[in-house]
Each structure stands twice: as structure tokens, then as C-alpha cells.
């Protein structure tokens, strides 16, 4: 509301940063706040038309005012070429008359030459040329670009009304998959898929393996480094930050994994707090590994071996 409230006013302003967790809606949002930005006969609330030509090349992905500025390959870089390459054409004229609109996703993954590069054009911007900007990680952007945009918030919503929500997708265990998801909504749909849960469930059956020695923590890693990263190293967070709770107090309520409580509660039992924040330090250095594009075998492989220790009881794996 406060966006379309700006755009009816022609007060939008020229960078927008949109800041939130991954799977929050942040993309859907500005894709819809866009799209009601380049329709050609907006309804009374703001929102594309869906039926005209503009909104007819917006389904189709063609519409010459968007774009977005997104990495080749998941979890990679994005380049000052497509910096460049966006910078060129952001001079040029809206073929449609209003804005020239560009998405980049996820803001963060630019490089420091890309970032270098887009701070020009946020300094001195072009009438007409919105470019919005999405992270779930706003500290990684050099304090220069943010400063030039307009940070809007996107906070989790709360629990219950995102249940109610994800119930009119089907009959599944949300409250179990929004829990592995974060609370991220959109996130708990993606798992929701059959292939991806068994996916995750393959993840917590090998993470299980290791601590419980009966992987090689070497091996495992050279297969995790050709799986999605940031996606392994999301759910490897939220396991070990489930074990730091459960060491610290076992009957804690709120976990990420609630559906393998068991056997994260014998896990968990097996190090002091002090060993499980050392460790949860530990991954978190992983994860910035993956931001600085640095070798993540070695990375993944020390991590391994610290959770590898045998443990005094056994662990079960299903």
C-alpha cells in the first residue's frame, strides 16, 4: 500500500531495497507491485489489469521494460558485465512510455565490481528507470549502495496466519515443512514437493551418518559440493542450531526439524553447549565461505570432521 500509494503520487523512489529472509515473498512482491506498475489499465486497487498488452508480455516474460539482473548459475556471482550490460540500456527510452524497471536478485551475490559499477548509476539516476533490489543478507552490500535506496522491511508474518494461508494449498504437514522452512512461506511450498522433502530427508539421513561415524565425512562432502549449497547450508544451519537449543534445555518447544526431535535430543546430548556454539560457529564461517566463492570441499570437509566424532550412544538412521 505504501508503494502504490508513492506511484499514485509519481513519488517512487528511483532504488528501492527490499530486505527479508529467503522465501519470505519478496520477489512475488515485486513482481506484482511491477507489473501493476507497467499495466496499461490498472484495476481500482493498483494491481495489472492482466489482459492488456503489456500485462500479455509480462505472463510472456518479453515485456522490453523489465528485466532482471540475476546470476548465471545459482548460488554464483553476479559479474560487472551484467552491470554493464544494464547501465547501457538504462539510458535508452521506455518503449512503452512510463518506467524502465529492473529487478536484481539477490542483490547481494554482485560482486565488488558489479556493486562498483551500479553505484554510479545510483548516483546519478535516469528519470523514469526504478531499479528495486532484493537480499535476505543487506550487511554484504557495501554500506555506499544501501545508503541510495529506499530499505523497505519484509518481516516473517506471523505463524498461524501463514498456516491458514499454506492449509489452502492441500492437506500436508505445514506446520512441520514452514518449521524446516524457517517460517518462510514460500520456502515451505518448495519442500512441500514430493522430490525435494525426499531430498531433505536424504540430507538428515547422511548428516545423521556422520555424527554418528558411520560416514566418511570427506566423501560426504565431495557429494555435497555438487548439490545446491545454499540450500544444504541452510538446513545444515538449522540443524545445528536445533542441537545448540536441545543441549541447552531438551524439552525446547520451537525447533527447525521438529519431525527428527528424537534423534536431534540423543545427538545434542553428546557435547557440552559450549562444544555445540563453537561448532555452530564453525558453520557459520562456512557460510560465509560460500559468499566469498572460496573452496567449499576444504570447507565442508573440517566441518564434517568436527561433527564426525563418535559419539557415546548410538544414533539411529532410518
Known amino acids: 500500500d505504501h508503494l502504490q500509494g508513492l506511484g499514485n503520487q509519481s513519488r517512487i523512489p528511483h532504488a528501492s531495497l527490499f530486505i527479508g529472509p529467503q522465501g519470505i515473498g519478496k520477489r512475488q512482491f515485486a513482481e506484482r507491485f511491477v507489473k501493476g506498475l507497467l499495466c496499461t489499465s490498472t484495476t481500482p486497487s493498483g494491481d495489472a489489469c492482466g489482459t492488456c498488452t503489456a500485462c500479455q508480455l509480462l505472463s510472456a516474460g518479453t515485456h522490453p521494460d523489465l528485466s532482471f539482473v540475476e546470476p548465471e548459475e545459482q548460488g554464483k556471482v553476479i559479474k560487472v558485465d551484467h552491470i554493464r550490460e544494464f547501465t547501457h540500456t538504462e539510458t535508452l527510452t521506455s518503449q512503452f512510455g512510463g518506467y524502465k524497471i529492473w529487478i536484481i536478485d539477490p542483490a547481494d551475490a554482485m560482486n565488488t565490481a558489479a556493486a562498483n559499477a551500479l553505484l554510479k548509476t545510483l548516483e546519478e539516476p535516469t528519470p523514469s528507470t526504478l531499479i528495486i533490489l532484493l537480499t535476505h543478507k543487506p550487511g554484504v552490500l557495501p554500506a555506499t549502495i544501501r545508503s541510495r535506496c ?5 518481516p516473517t508474518p506471523p505463524r498461524e496466519l501463514v498456516l491458514q494461508w499454506l492449509n489452502g494449498y492441500g492437506e500436508r504437514d505445514w506446520a512441520t515443512l514452514l518449521s524446516a522452512s524457517a517460517g518462510s ?16 530427508q536424504q540430507f538428515l539421513n547422511n548428516l545423521f551418518m556422520v555424527f554418528s561415524a558411520k560416514k566418511d565425512p570427506i566423501a560426504q562432502a565431495g557429494q555435497w559440493t555438487k548439490c545446491d549449497l545454499p540450500l544444504l547450508l541452510q538446513w545444515l544451519s538449522c540443524v545445528m542450531l536445533d542441537l545448540l537449543r536441545l543441549s541447552a534445555n531438551t524439552e525446547q518447544a520451537e525447533l527447525f526439524n521438529p519431525d527428527v526431535r ?23 564461517n562456512v557460510q560465509r565461505a560460500l559468499e566469498q566463492q572460496l573452496n567449499m570441499q576444504l570447507q565442508l570437509e573440517t566441518l564434517l570432521l568436527s561433527l564426525s566424532a563418535k559419539t557415546t550412544q548410538s544414533i539411529g538412521v532410518r
Open 150 to 154: 529506499q530499505a523497505i522491511s519484509f
Open 185 to 200: 512461506p514460500f520456502k515451505a511450498m518448495e519442500l512441500a514437493d514430493d522430490e525435494k522433502f525426499d531430498e531433505r
Open 262 to 284: 528424537d534423534r536431534l535430543k540423543s545427538i545434542s546430548s553428546t557435547k557440552k553447549p559450549s562444544e555445540w556454539h563453537r561448532l555452530m560457529q564453525q558453520m557459520l
